[in-house]
């Protein structure tokens, strides 16, 4: 360690360590500028050409999930029932009894079914395209403001008519 100096070298290096950096970095850093103070020629010269550069590297974390609440199961001392064989599944819906071609026709009727149904839905999907969307119609301004202004009319009559009602219930 030395002088104060030396002191400041390790404590640099102690609290790189700490952040996670190596210090085999700066024991290179070290050994060079060492080699570089003997030699009187380089004494006053800039050393950074000499001293190695390493480049930081981003390296991907992992990412930590979140834990989701899971709710604790009852307890319960009894095993679940057995769940049935593949086999035990064929005899109870008749599969099992059936030859090697009658397999294959139902395999091949289920698969049909399921192409049908597929189609259909990407059919009526593509068919949405299709449709017209709703258009604005087309109102004259002329008879717009028309309309407006006996609309105006008929609710001046009815407040007017309201007043003079008013007036005589009052009286």
């Known amino acids: 360690m030395g002088p104060f100096k030396g002191l400041k070298e390790v404590r640099r290096v102690v609290e790189d360590c700490m952040k996670n950096i190596h210090p085999i970095y700066y024991i290179k850093e ?12 380089l004494a006053n010269e800039d050393w950074s050409r000499f001293l190695p550069s390493f480049k930081k590297r981003n390296v991907a974390r992992k990412k930590k999930t979140s834990k989701k ?5 009852v307890y319960t001392p009894f095993p679940p029932a057995q769940q049935p064989r593949k ?11 059936l030859g090697k071609k009658e397999k294959e026709l139902k395999k091949l009727q289920e698969k049909r079914s399921k192409q049908e149904e597929v189609s259909e839905t990407k059919r009526q999907e593509r068919a949405k395209d ?42």
Do not use: W
């Open 30 to 41: 070290l050994m060079i500028k060492q080699e570089l103070s003997k030699n009187p020629a």
């Open 69 to 73: 609440s899971v709710e604790k199961k």
């Open 87 to 97: 086999i035990d599944l064929q005899i109870e819906s008749g599969e099992y009894f």
């Open 130 to 171: 299709f449709e017209a969307p709703e258009e604005e119609v087309y109102e004259n301004k002329l008879l717009k403001k028309e309309k407006k202004e006996k609309k105006e009319r008929r609710t001046r009559k009815r407040r007017k008519t309201k007043r003079i009602r008013r007036r005589k219930i009052t009286r």
